[in-house]
């Protein structure tokens, strides 16, 4: 599976956005998927991520109540809902599949998307 993420932007303390990941190939529905940033100068941290099913997610304590997990199977897209952004939410979020989960640590996921920047003005 190869994945593409999207919706990264420029917005104000409080604002919202909409992350997507489209993923290419027909096991993605086999996949978990994971959320992950990382700030200027800070280590990769896990955001949120989600089972092959969706029936299950789990959060970072960080984004807990303002972040939200989804996927769309038919789609081949995992999103990742925004709202009441923070300027400490500012990094470049990247996604990921593997094959547990879902899963806080990075070395459970074997894909990796490009990334995508969001950045949040105070």
């Known amino acids: 599976v190869q994945l593409q993420a999207s919706g990264g932007g420029l917005v104000q303390d409080g604002g919202s956005l909409r992350l997507s990941c489209a993923a290419s190939?027909?096991?993605?529905?086999?996949?978990?998927m994971g959320w992950f940033r990382r700030a200027p100068g800070k280590e990769r941290e896990f955001v949120a991520a989600i089972s092959w099913s969706g029936g299950s997610t789990a959060y970072a304590d960080s984004v807990k109540g303002r972040f939200t997990i989804s996927r769309d199977n038919a789609r081949n897209t995992v999103y990742l809902q925004m709202n009441s952004l923070k300027p400490e939410d500012t990094a470049v979020y990247y996604c990921?599949?593997?094959?547990?989960?879902?899963?806080?640590?990075?070395?459970?996921?074997?894909?990796w998307g490009q990334g995508t920047q969001v950045t949040v003005s105070s």
């Open positions: 190939g027909r096991t993605f529905s086999t996949y978990a």
């Open positions: 990921a599949a593997g094959p547990l989960g879902p899963t806080m640590h990075s070395l459970h996921y074997n894909t």
